[in-house]
Structures are given as C-alpha cells and as structure tokens.
C-alpha cells in the first residue's frame, strides 16, 4: 500500500514513533528506582525489540531506498530521509544502552553479588572448570572456518554470535577466521557462588560463552598464534512473506521463508568496539554494508539473553514485588464453569487474573463426552502448549475438532508447522487461513450437548491463545453463552473454514470485510451526537495507530468538538495537540511491567456508551489483510469495568507519557498523588479474589465420572 504524501505535517512518522516507545522500554531499565533483575530484563526487552525492528522496519526502508522507491512517507519524508534518521536514531539508543549497561546494570548486578567476568578475572580453580568445560562441551561442536580472497565468505547465521579470530604464523600473511558459537543452551555458565556449608551467601559469578571459547582458541588453530579475537553478530532481513495465493502446499512454502530469513541481505553488523580497523573493514565489505550500519559496542553483543537470565530462581539479586495473576471472582471450580458461563458472561483481565478458566474450558471440552465440536483460531502459541494438548485430546476421542493454524504469524512460523501436523495426526480437521490474509483474530467456540439441547459457549479476546504471554502481556476476553454472539461466531467459522458469505452479524464485526467502516461510523456518530453540552467522547486503547481514514476521521471528530482519548503503545502517525486539527487529541503510550496488549474502544454514544474489545490495531494491514474480530460487551458491568480501565490508564502518572505534536513523549504531571494503573489492577484484582470464597483444599474429592456424564 502506498503511503500517502504529507502535505500539510499531518502525521507523524511510524518508525520513528515505534523507536520513542522502544526508548520508553529503555527508560524502565534505566530506572535506578526499579529492581536490578527488572532493570536487567528490560534491557533485554529493549534490545530484542530493536532487533525484530531491524529485521523488519529498517530492512523495509532499506529495501526501498535500494530499489529507488521515490515515494514519501505519511510524514513527508523521502525514503533515504526515513533511513537516515532512523538509523541515527537507532544508534543513539544503543549507545545508550550499553552505557546503562557499563554503569548502571553491571555496578548494579555487582552491589547484589552477582559478576560477570572476563577470563582473566576468573580464580584458579574457576579457570580450571572453564578449562573442562571448553574440552568437553565447547571444542567438540565447534567449526572454524577460514576466510580466503578465492573462496566464499563463509555463511553468517542471521543474529548468531560469531567470533572473527586473526591469526599469525611466522613468515606468512595474517590470516582470518570465524567461528560461530553454538545457537542453543544458555548464554551464560556460573563458575562459583553455589551452596556454602556455612550458610554464608558467596558472590555468584558467571562467564559468558563467547568469554570462555575465546580464550581457548588455540585448540582450534593449532601452529598459529590468535593475534585477535572479536565476537561479532549479524542482522539480517527477515521480512519475507509467502505468496499463499499461488502456493500449492502453504507448509512448504513457509518452510522455505524461515530458509530465507537465515540467508536475508545483512541490514546491521554489531561488533566489539576493540576489533581493528582491518577486521571490522573485512567484514563490512563481505556483508555488503555502509560504514553507518556498523555498530561498534562495548559489552556483550546481544543484550537478550538478559530476559532469560533475570528469571532464573537461584539468583540472590533483588527482583520486582511479584504479582502473581489471581483467581477470577465468579468462576466456580471443576465443571462448575459450565453452568457460570450460561448464567452470565465473565470478563478476563490478564495477567491480573489467571488465564486458567480458558485452559479449563479446553481441558473439560476435551474430556466432557457431552462435547460435540471445538472450533478454534491458534495464532500464536506456547512452545509447550497446554491449548494444543487439549484440542490433540479432543481430536483423538472423536470429538469434531476444527483449527485454524496462521502458519504465517511472523517468527511462530516453524512452532505453528509442527503443531498443524501433530492436530492432523490426532484427527483434526486443520485449515491455513484464507488465501492472501492472516488470521488474527482470537476465537474459541465449543458446541455440547446439555440437559435442554445444543449448548455453545464462546471465549474471544484480544490476547494469543498461549499460557506464557498470557502472564506477561495485558489482555481482556469474554467468556460467554450469548446465543447472538455464538450464532456470529458459528456464522464466522463457517466464512473462514469453507465457502460460506457472510450473512448480516447480530454483534461481532469482522476485518477485512466491515471493521473499518463501522469504526468510521462510530467515530461519526459521535461527531454527529456531540453538542455543546454533551461534546462527545471517543476512548481507545490499542498498540498502533496508523490507518489514515481513521486519523483523519478523529482529526474531524475533534474539529467538532469530540475529546479523543488514546492510549497507543507504539508506533503512532496521528499527531495530537494541533491547534485546528487535533487540538481536543490527547495521545498516551504506558510501558510497565506488563506488555500493554488489549485493544479496548469506547464511544460516549449521547450517554448510551457501547464499548468493544477486538483482535485488531487500527492500521492497514489488521483492517485489510488480516482476518479479524470486534467485539461489543453487552453486560453493563463488564462495560463499567473496561471503563475504569481506561480510567486507570489515562490517569497513570508513574509509567505513563504522553506523545507531543512533535512526535516526542513527556512525562505526565507528577504533582497529583502518584496512580500507576497496573499496580492498581493487580490490587484490584487481589482485593476481588480475597472477597471470593475459597473452596476448602485440605479435602479432595476424586470424581468418579466424567462431569456431567450420563
């Protein structure tokens, strides 16, 4: 899709924008208020989002700029413009984190009594267990090869670390070699620090694994002295994309893009600062680089291994208050679930509230022989997915199970393969999407036959079906009985499984084929509905904002007089606070403990509010190439809740900042007493699972059948 020419600075721009949220991630490991393990694994956050940035937004714009694309972002740049800034931008970001690295995290780690040390740091009997462990688990898996003028560059695997490693022999040229590290295990090996007879606490000191493999190079290159070993990494590009319109077998063809995405055109080399001029060069020209996609860095390359790391349980550091997700107040336990969800629907917010009673409908749908069918979009999943076990069950008893596997959900590509093949093993009947979209919209529904007749229960959402990210991203979704939503969402299984039209919703609304013009009709209602009394009020929550019609929708809503709230995690072209276009817009992006992930829309109405959660950002691609769900919450409490969760949200000023017409992000006003929204909900919700009476544990009660079995 071409993005349209800015005449007038309407809009901000999307990489840019993106980049300000990722300095947001930053910010909280920079917080010397925050806990060292938290601060250390948004660091990681920070650096794994920068990565996938690369791969994908930078290399996008490269693309263009290679190809001579002359046309001009939404914001009016050329794209070379695009490049430029965005690349200084980036590099201005890096240098920061490795300065936070150098002095705030490792200082940090080290008041806690955790180091990481260089080889010459380690103690004796250290040395000696690095020394075992390079002979016995290192060296064997080990390849080195050489760099000649009449050969190959050797392949550089796309974000694997690798060593360049310049050796010398007496009488002949130096020559140059790499070495990639191992792609699997931890990152990290902890030398000391372990249990003390004493019970004294020692320091726990570890060595990183390309720490430990460059001081054992000569049993690589016997009869040649290292002169120098430098870690490096390369990133690659990994936006490919399957032509599912053409493709007769769409596994394959995604198989073939992860092929492709290990073998992308290089888009940024990192590199120690301490390499020579002469290797980094080497480098440069065999990966076809310019001098300013080269990111020389002081400290460990690839700052992801932080997130992994900050979780391990044996580490004596301080950590961030835990809050685990808490029961969800109206959900009984067992099968009891059943009659709840017929007798209201149950709003989830997670992680606040565990994601436990979507997993137990599954596992009792699997297991209950009054289930008849599951049907199910998987868009992402866990890598031990409890989801994926349940609907195998299913399958295998001989319940009707469909899935809908988007084999094309970016970097989850291989994950969903496997899983496709092992439900058709088990006897579902699995389906790829639709030709020429995604599937992103997030829907379960189960068909049981109960005491009265045909039951259906429906669960939509705005989060993945994967218990991981269900407890680290903030997501909401409806269980519910609502014959009018269970008869759209069986009409919506029907579009997307087989042949059938679509006939006219009772409440959903469905990407590609009406969300965006109901949302337009939304925003003009309000304006239609706003007087000077009751101005109209627009409320929406969603991770980027980047679909023109609805910018410029909202741009005339709030010429009218309509206040327009927004809470944008990232990337964001609507520019807020101008004076005659967008002067009623106030535009707010949180970055907390917990990934902001749902997507909530509320509109005034005259006072009749309707609110609705959906699967979709509004931007082009969720609006026209992807399959997606909107969904209206009907009950009056449930749409009082999302309410104060907007509250909550707009109020923060602890983790809150909210973008200015310029494209940069302020702090809100700290003199008002101090609201950090998801603190808040976690409370709340700890508060509504006290006042829940608890069944009593000490007792358990084997169950004899099947529930609800004849």
């Not at 990722?22 to 938290?38: C, F, H, K």
């Not at 995604?254 to 480098?283: K, N």
């Not at 508060?687 to 084997?702: G, I, L, Y």
């Amino acid at each position: 899709m071409t993005e349209p020419k800015d005449t007038q600075g309407r809009y901000l721009d999307r990489a840019m924008t993106w980049l300000a949220f990722n300095g947001r991630v930053l910010e909280e490991a920079q917080d010397p208020q925050s806990a060292i393990l938290e601060r250390a694994r948004f660091l990681g956050i920070f650096a794994s989002n920068l990565d996938e940035f690369f791969m994908i937004r930078v290399a996008s714009i490269r693309d263009r700029v290679r190809t001579g694309a002359d046309q001009r972002s939404a914001a009016g740049q050329t794209q070379a413009e695009r490049l430029t800034s965005v690349q200084a931008r980036a590099r201005e970001l890096t240098a920061a984190a490795y300065t936070l690295w150098e002095q705030g995290i490792v200082p940090g780690l080290r008041d806690a009594g955790i180091r990481f040390l260089r080889e010459s740091e380690l103690e004796p009997n250290e040395r000696a267990f690095v020394d075992r462990l390079f002979m016995r688990e290192l060296l064997p898996v080990l390849t080195p090869a050489a760099v000649a003028e009449d050969t190959p560059f050797p392949r550089l695997f796309h974000l694997a670390l690798h060593l360049a490693v310049l050796l010398a022999k007496p009488g002949e040229e130096e020559r140059l070699a790499v070495v990639q590290l191992p792609r699997t295990g931890t990152r990290w090996v902890q030398v000391s620090g372990g249990a003390r007879a004493d019970g004294q606490t020692p320091a726990q000191r570890f060595i990183l694994i390309e720490e430990a493999a460059r001081a054992h190079l000569g049993e690589l290159f016997a009869g040649y002295e290292v002169r120098e070993a430098v870690a490096f990494r390369v990133t690659r590009d990994a936006d490919f994309a399957t032509d599912d319109q053409e493709e007769e077998n769409l596994v394959d063809a995604v198989r073939q893009v992860l092929r492709q995405r290990m073998r992308g055109d290089p888009v940024r080399l990192e590199i120690a600062r301490e390499a020579s001029d002469a290797v980094v060069e080497r480098l440069r020209i065999a990966l076809e680089l310019e001098e300013r996609e080269v990111y020389r860095v002081s400290g460990p390359l690839d700052f992801r291994f932080l997130m992994d790391f900050a979780r391990q349980p044996s580490l004596k550091a301080p950590r961030a208050p835990a809050w685990p997700p808490q029961p969800v107040p109206g959900v009984p336990p067992l099968d009891g679930i059943w009659d709840a969800i017929q007798e209201r629907d149950i709003l989830l917010f997670h992680p606040y509230e565990t994601f436990e009673p979507v997993l137990r409908l599954l596992v009792l749908a699997a297991e209950d022989p009054s289930v008849l069918a599951i049907k199910q979009v998987l868009y992402r999943t866990s890598s031990t997915s409890e989801v994926v076990n349940a609907l195998e069950r299913a399958a295998e008893s001989g319940k009707q199970v469909t899935v809908l596997v988007e084999l094309q959900a970016r970097f989850d590509e291989e994950r969903n393969v496997n899983w496709a093949r092992r439900l058709e093993d088990a006897g579902a009947q699995v389906l790829y999407g639709l030709a020429g979209l995604k599937t992103h919209a997030k829907a379960l529904l189960i068909v049981r036959r109960g005491p009265g007749g045909i039951e259906r229960y429906a669960h939509v959402g705005t989060g993945n079906y994967n218990e991981r990210t269900a407890a680290e991203y903030s997501d909401v979704g409806l269980l519910s009985a609502d014959e009018d939503l269970c008869a759209d969402l069986t009409g919506f299984f029907n579009v997307v499984t087989g042949y059938s039209e679509p006939l006219p919703w009772r409440r959903i609304e469905m990407a590609p084929l009406g969300l965006r013009s109901r949302l337009l009709a939304l925003i003009h209602r309000e304006i239609a509905k706003a007087t000077t009394e009751e101005p109209g009020l627009i409320r929406a929550k969603m991770n980027a904002l980047l679909d023109i019609p609805l910018i410029e929708a909202l741009y005339e809503a709030s010429n009218a007089g309509v206040r327009i709230d927004l809470n944008v995690r990232g990337s964001c072209l609507l520019r807020p606070g101008v004076k005659g276009m967008s002067e009623n817009v106030r535009v707010v992006s949180l970055v907390d403990r917990f990934l902001e992930h749902a997507r909530i829309f509320e509109f005034r109405n005259g006072g009749d509010v309707e609110t609705f959660i959906a699967s979709a950002d509004w931007m082009p691609r969720n609006l026209d190439r992807r399959v997606e769900l909107m969904t209206p919450i009907v009950d009056p409490e449930h749409r009082a809740r999302l309410g104060r969760i907007l509250d909550a949200m707009f109020a923060d000023n602890v983790k809150a900042r909210e973008l200015r017409s310029d494209g940069s992000y302020v702090k809100r006003d700290g003199r008002k007493k101090a609201t950090r929204a998801q603190e808040l909900f976690w409370e709340e919700a700890r508060a509504a699972a006290s006042r829940t009476e608890d069944p009593d544990r000490s007792v358990f009660q084997p169950l004899r059948r099947a529930p609800n079995a004849g």
